[in-house]
């Protein structure tokens, strides 16, 4: 558990959104940034407040899975633990693709609204700082449709733009699709 890399699952997000699990504050600020990019230990000494139990109790709950058990690809996460409840995974994965809904406009990411959350929250958020990095995560969680992920997409080029260039903000621009 402690040398495991862990990731948000979809119980995870549907969690972040409900809030209906006893957490601590502590726990509860990991599930909003943990991606896979850093061990259980490394968590540890980086969230203020959490202990190996908050990091047990996030397991135990399916909230988070071990990196290498998570399968991979576009599609969100999915653990091994119980399914989240009927409305907040209606919430999480619509009946009709919003791609198909909404068509898409010039200037704005062309991504399916799956692969653009994958993005925002995976890759994209690891690109800002580590206070901007926890706001952008809140603000994607959030974010309740494809439109507001695409202002999200947007937002976070200029962010990219203004701390690490033009270069890097352009590769962010083509990994979200805007033309």
Known sequence: MLDAHP????????????RALPLTRSARNLLLVVDGGRTGREWLTMVHGLTEEDL?????HGLVAPKSSVPMGFGAPVAAAPAPA????AALAPAVPEAAAVPARPGLPTLDRAALYTYLSGDGVKLLGALKRYAFALEVERADSLEALQQLGLELVEK???AKGPQAALEVRR???IQ
Do not use: D, Q
């Open 7 to 18: 990731i948000k699952t979809e119980a995870g997000r549907a969690e972040i959104k409900a």
């Open 56 to 60: 047990r109790v996030l397991y135990e």
């Open 86 to 89: 009927p409305v907040a995974a």
């Open 175 to 177: 990994a979200l699709g």
């Open 160 to 162: 990219v733009s203004a």
